[in-house]
């Protein structure tokens, strides 16, 4: 009799006999501190549905979340929560945020990442673009640099990082213009960037020295892609003088350096977009907007790292830590140095995220105005025939060769 009125009514097992036990009388249970009854088995009236009262309905919540995570550049609910519970009481001490409702400041503390997500859905409306890669292959000393896939990344202590070039060229590859040296270590997420004035070997191999004497941990290895800037003979020697590990990946397979492709965007296009750049005051600007970010994102905004893949069947099902910045991995990292972690602990509170916050907007405006000036690349012009005889005169012609004997 159960089986057929489960199926008859669509009641689940526990509420059908839970029905049939109490059919016709009247049940009291406390709802949101009232006593409401009903009657097992019966619909409720229609307009009488109750109504859950919103836990995190205040105004003021609301506007406290969107400035925050506006100060974390729009991070994803899971790292935003941890950004929160990292930087509101720094914020606080600081005098840059105040909160006169303790009830507020709690929500803020114990929110949930999916809580998060759903009262931000409307401020997350972005146009995303998408660039093109200028990589062009390195052929010389491929044989002696040994390849390295996204599987082979075993190492555990800081200082084995990817590098890679993210091209400023405004969707115009003619001329010269300048291009990012991004460096992310593997284990700490730790990120640092250079502008270069072009991706000839001479530039590329100067912002791979400046950015190592910048990192806070000695640099152990490198891996890069298959693109001449990286792989040539004074890198090559390089790396073998100051005895750092240097692979490279497989041609045509971005996975295999996901570290520092995922950094490409998150950090390097987000920051500087996908305008042209190609003059010296921009070299300068953008270099003076990366020492101002590199402390805005190693110290203050989380990252998660992927800890297993799990595939049953046809669905794959992939498990992170808990997010932390990379200032908090190295602090947490047995094999960093005591003194290290005692000068980055100096270092971090002396750092104020929203006047950093302040510093990157101005300079990304004044980036973003200079190169909206400049308008649209130019296209190279077209080459003449007399290009390519430079010993040839514009007057000169058949006839008056054939009439003068001074030519030959």
Known sequence: MLDEFVELTGYTRCYAAFVLRNCGKKQLRIVQGQRVAFVPGHARVQGTARKRQRKYGNPVLLNVLQRLWALADGLCGKRLVVFIR?????????????????????????????????????????????????????????????IRTFADWDDHRPGFCEVDLVAHDGGSACGDYIHTLDLTDVV??????????????????????????????????????????????????????????????RSYRKNDNCFVEQKNYSIVRRTVGYYRYDTQEQLSMLNELYRNLRLYTNFFIPVMRLKEKLRTGSKLTRRYDVPQ??????????????????????????????????????????????????????????????????????EYTPTNHQGSNNHE
């Open 86 to 146: 990292q930087t509101l009481t720094l914020l606080e001490q600081q005098g840059s945020l105040r909160i006169a409702d303790q009830a507020v400041r709690e929500q803020l503390m114990t929110i949930s990442a999916a809580t998060a997500d759903r009262l931000l859905m409307k401020s997350k409306a972005r146009m995303k673009l998408k660039g093109h890669s200028t990589t062009r292959p390195g052929t010389l000393l491929k044989h002696h640099i040994p």
């Open 325 to 394: 910045t990379p200032y908090h991995r190295l602090l947490a990292h047995p094999d960093v140095d005591h003194h290290l972690k005692e000068n980055l602990t100096r270092q971090y509170e002396q750092l104020n995220v929203v006047r950093l916050k302040r510093q990157l907007n101005e300079l990304q405006n004044l980036l973003f105005r200079s190169a909206i000036e400049a308008g649209p690349p130019r296209p190279p012009r077209p080459a003449h025939p007399s290009d390519h005889h430079p010993w040839r005169s514009t």
């Open 188 to 249: 700490t997420g730790w990120t640092e960037q250079e502008a270069v004035r072009n991706k000839a070997q001479c530039h590329v191999f100067d912002g791979v020295q400046h950015i190592r004497a910048r990192l806070p941990f000695p640099l152990l290895g490198i891996d890069s892609d298959n693109g001449g800037e990286f792989i040539n003979n004074e890198m090559y020697r390089y790396c073998l003088a100051e005895h750092i590990t240097f692979t490279r990946s």
